[in-house]
């Protein structure tokens, strides 16, 4: 009940806010000082951008993992291969769960029940999406964000190692936020 509340709470007010968003949008524009306009606003919109270019990347990302895993799916003879390669790329979206958390499982079920060229099939699909993200993701997250991909593979991981998940997710977006507002200053 408490998150159906909470839900239908945040669904109402957010059409609420929707429908009156010109008029907040100037009546804050009126308030804001000039100055802070001048300093703040294109530091905000890097943030905005920034956060757009990680999403994309995260797209990017997913796309990738439901092709490599549908593909094997495929030739593995699955039933539903494209629905499952949906349903694990939707998962492997998710920082802390990933493909493991469905392939691995499953692998172990198949090799539970005497299926091991299934069970070998799909740690080989397992193996191959992972490693795959793994080499791409700093590169698309970097280029998309406009970072080096070693800086944006250092932000990862420190912010991982800080802040757990909310810092992996943060750190690129701080990251590409601090490197606009250098270049803008220098």
């Not at 797209?59 to 549908?70: D, W, Y």
């Not at 699955?78 to 939707?90: D, E, R, S, V």
Request: aromatic fraction near 8%; glycine fraction near 10%; charged fraction near 10%.
């Amino acid at each position: 009940p408490n998150g159906a509340l909470g839900f239908g709470t945040g669904l109402i007010s957010s059409y609420m806010i929707s429908a009156k968003l010109p008029r907040i949008r100037e009546a804050l524009r009126q308030r804001v000082p000039k100055s802070w306009k001048e300093q703040y606003l294109p530091a905000l919109q890097t943030v905005k951008a920034s956060v757009g270019a990680y999403l994309l990347a995260q797209a990017k990302l997913a796309s990738v993992t439901f092709a490599i895993v549908t593909g094997g799916l495929l030739i593995l003879g699955t039933h539903l291969a494209p629905l499952w390669g949906f349903l694990i790329a939707l998962v492997d979206a998710v920082p802390l769960l990933g493909t493991g958390t469905v392939m691995l499982p499953w692998a172990l079920v198949c090799f539970l029940q005497d299926d091991h060229v299934r069970a070998i099939g799909i740690l080989a699909v397992y193996a191959a999406a992972v490693t795959t993200r793994s080499v791409l993701e700093p590169r698309l997250i970097g280029r998309q964000m406009g970072l080096d991909p070693l800086v944006t593979l250092v932000a990862l991981y420190l912010g991982f190692r800080f802040w757990g998940i909310p810092g992996l997710l943060l750190t690129p977006i701080l990251a590409s936020a601090a490197k606009s507002l250098l270049t803008a200053k220098a």
